[in-house]
T-cell receptor, first 113, second 116 residues
Framework: GDSVTQMEGPVTLSEEAFLTINCTYTATGYPSLFWYVQYPGEGLQLLLK?????DKGSNKGFEATYRKETTSFHLEKGSVQVSDSAVYFCALRSSIAGNQFYFGTGTSLTVIP | NAGVMQNPRHLVRRRGQEARLRCSPMKGHSHVYWYRQLPEEGLKFMVY????????ESGMPKERFSAEFPKEGPSILRIQQVVRGDSAAYFC??????????????FGSGTRLTVV
């Protein structure tokens, strides 16, 4: 079935460092891909999305490109800030299974000053 | 424009009691989803509902768990005779028609259930 595998955490970076969080997926059809962010004590918030191959989603300095050939959707940011400390979830929405989303296990990011 | 409202934020129950978790979807959204997040784990799909209908309950445990989304009022996730293993964060999400909207869910802040 459809699934998402993302990089194990936790990840600790210094402020202004480059961030990559890897995400790969398995899906039939043509899924849409998402990154969600969860700040401490809160629910998940949509960070960015891409709906077809080669699309690049971007928001708040974060980017991810939908790579069909490598079935990947890696999250990147050129210069992280302390306020980016959160848990990041990669997700796919199946094009076959209707409205169901499949989430990765989450990657915890801590940015230290 | 209020987002997805979940209450209570925190719920403590003794083993054997019932837990009722409420979710009011975002205005204009008619699709509701419940997810469970166990400590140190990702989100696990539980159930997908539209008004008065359960569309997909493939992630719901077969016993003790039930969900509803009545014509009027919030969606309710009910856990009967809770056990310690039910302790988790339960998140509700809502969406409009995913084929025409942003394509994503809007999540509530969750209910953190602790069974003592």
């Amino acid at each position: 079935g459809d699934s998402v595998t993302q990089m194990e955490g936790p990840v600790t970076l210094s402020e202004e460092a480059f961030l990559t969080i890897n995400c790969t997926y398995t899906a039939t059809g043509y899924p849409s891909l998402f990154w969600y962010v969860q700040y401490p004590g809160e629910g998940l918030q949509l960070l960015l999305k891409a709906t077809k191959a080669d699309d690049k989603g971007s928001n708040k300095g974060f980017e991810a490109t939908y790579r069909k050939e490598t079935t990947s959707f890696h999250l990147e940011k050129g210069s992280v800030q302390v306020s980016d400390s959160a848990v990041y979830f990669c997700a796919l929405r199946s094009s076959i299974a209707g409205n169901q989303f499949y989430f990765g296990t989450g990657t915890s990011l801590t940015v230290i000053p | 424009n209020a987002g997805v409202m979940q209450n209570p934020r925190h719920l403590v129950r003794r083993r054997g009691q019932e837990a009722r978790l409420r979710c009011s979807p975002m205005k204009g959204h008619s699709h509701v989803y419940w997810y469970r997040q166990l400590p140190e784990e990702g989100l696990k799909f539980m159930v997908y509902l539209q008004k008065e209908n359960i569309i997909d309950e493939s992630g719901m445990p077969k016993e003790r768990f039930s969900a509803e989304f009545p014509k009027e009022g919030p969606s309710i996730l009910r856990i009967q005779q809770v056990v310690r293993g039910d302790s988790a964060a339960y998140f509700c999400a809502s969406s409009g028609d995913l084929n025409t909207g942003s394509g994503g869910y809007t999540f509530g802040s969750g209910t953190r259930l602790t069974v003592v």
